[in-house]
Structure formats: C-alpha cells, structure tokens
C-alpha cells in the first residue's frame, strides 16, 4: 500500500446507526461509454502537474486531510447534543424543527474520495481535462478514500448520523459511484443518501454547480450538523462566482469555518480556479494563465 493511501490512524469504536432516507431518489442512471481512444500527444507544461502530485504524494496533504476529519469529531459530539445546532446557511434553511434526526453532508470527489487519478491520465497523454474521459474513469468505481474521510464517516454513523453525499457528478455515475463508496466501507444504507448533478425538487432550481437545493431537501427531513467539501460551493452559494462574490457568500459565517463548516484543501481544479480565470468556456489556456497572473501580488 502506497503511503497515499495510508490514513491518520483514529481510536474510534465504528458501529453503523440507522439512517434515515429521504424520500426522493437520484435520477436512474445509464452506462458511462468510454470515449474512443486517441493516440498521446507530448508532455507539455500542465498547471495541474505540481498540484496532482503534492495530492497523491506528498505525506503533508495527507497530514492535512486527516487532520481536517479527525477535528470534526469534536464539534460533531458538541452538535448532536445542542438541539439549535445546525450548519445550513440561512438560504438553505428557514426554520428548523425539534426532534429532527441527525445528518452530516458531504461532498464526494476530493472531499471522501481522492479523484486525482483522472487528472493523471491527462497528465501522462499530455492533454487537457475532458469530461468524457473522466467520467469513464469514475465509471471504474476504483477511487481511494482521503485520509481520514472514513473513519470519521464510521465515527458518525456509529452516533446515529446519517452521511448525505452531495456530488456535482452526472446521475450516470450514480451506481458507480455507491459501488466506489460502499466497496472502502463508507455507511450507505440507502441510496437515496446519494445526490447527484441534475436532481428535480419543486419551487426550487440550480443554476451551474449549485447545491443550494439538494441541501433544502435534506434540511426538510433532518438537522445537518456540519458541512464538508473542496469547493465554496460546497457551503454556500454565491450570487456571483468573482473574488468579491465568493468573499462576500462566506463573510457571515466565518465563525463557522473549523466548527460547523470543514474545507479540504484541493489545488487542482474549482471553482476558485473558475473564478480567477473567468467563466469563458472559449477562452485560451494562455488567456487564463494571464488572469490568474493579475491576481497575483508580491
């Protein structure tokens, strides 16, 4: 076993709680084709080259992922006995009713599930990101868990709280996906804890990789003690996604980060990548690369 692979070693007792699913269930999933084969091209200059690497290799991030899950731990036992304790934003939720049953929400790729190794197949082509490619490597259902995801996931399951996995994946990965999940011992009593991309609730939409409604809908059965995820979005939704719009989504709940809410660090893709570069799908490599240089100050 690789050292990647190794997890912060936790002195919890794991013994599964009951879960409770909610009632609407990800949208049936259809097979994920493979893209057809092309020949590589030259390895050239990939920004996503030193971040992969310090991801899969490094022993730091693998200090920090577990040190992020392992410090939930506490505030999770200090949630579940405060009945106002909740850690939707006030756009998620209006009102919260007593008696609630308990949950954690969790993004999946690069939050509880180490999705780097599709980026490495576009690395070792010399080619850009693609989809298409990516999601037949999802398909494979072959992704290891982040250091630290499992454990503290088998910590709240055995307190009796429901883990929701929320993922900007497309629904046809969504039986991939389970399997990927329940094969490392991730607590998935039901499918329906799944929410991927693409799910319909009424009086509410998503626009782009909004979350925002797949987290009402689990707010309306149950009190949603922390939050996990890489992303912004993961959290809150911003009314736009520039340095300004992001910062002023997060402002009021700083006091949140390291306590209701719990951010991993991931270097290689996001929409904080998004919101430096612009949101120009058309725009060159090289017209990014000089907006992200003008963020940049010494």
């Known amino acids: 076993m690789s050292l990647r692979r190794l997890l912060p070693a936790l002195a919890l007792a794991v013994l599964l709680g009951g879960c409770q699913p909610l009632p609407t269930r990800p949208i049936a999933a ?11 091209g030259p390895l050239g200059a990939d920004d996503r080259l030193n971040a992969v690497a310090w991801m899969q290799a490094s022993i730091e991030y693998r200090l920090l992922a577990g040190q992020t899950w392992r410090s939930a731990l506490l505030p999770l036992d200090r949630a579940i006995k405060t009945p106002a304790w909740d850690a939707l934003p006030k756009e ?31 690395l070792e082509r010399g080619q850009p990101f693609d989809h ?15 250091p630290g995801a499992l454990e503290f996931a088998r910590a709240a399951a055995a307190r009796g709280v429901t883990l929701y996995y929320v993922t900007n994946r497309v629904p046809e990965l969504a039986a991939a996906t389970l399997a990927n999940l329940r094969s490392l011992g991730f607590p998935v009593k039901d499918d329906t804890q ?10 509410c939409e998503e626009p782009g990789d909004s979350k925002a409604c797949r987290r009402r809908e689990v707010g309306k059965t ?13 959290f809150v939704a911003p009314a ?25 660090p991931n270097p290689v893709y996001g929409s904080w990548l998004r919101s430096l570069e612009g949101e120009a799908g058309d725009a060159s490599q090289e017209a ?11």
């Open 132 to 146: 298409a490619r990516w999601n037949a490597w999802a398909a494979k259902a072959s992704a290891p868990a982040i």
């Open 222 to 234: 149950h009190r949603v003690l922390l939050l996990f995820g890489d992303s912004l979005g993961d």
């Open 92 to 122: 998620d939720r209006a009102t919260l009713p007593a008696g609630l049953p308990l949950a954690v929400i969790v993004d999946i790729d690069d939050t509880v599930l180490d999705v780097t190794g599709g980026d490495v197949i576009d």
């Open 30 to 40: 259809a097979p994920i084709e493979a893209p057809a084969a092309t020949e590589p």
């Open 194 to 203: 799944l929410l991927t991309r693409g799910m319909h609730f009424d009086g």
């Open 240 to 264: 736009a996604n520039t340095t300004e719009g992001r910062e002023q989504a997060v402002r009021p709940y700083l006091g949140w980060v390291g306590e209701r809410w719990f951010a991993l």
């Open 288 to 298: 990014k690369r000089q907006r992200v240089r003008a963020s940049l100050h010494d």
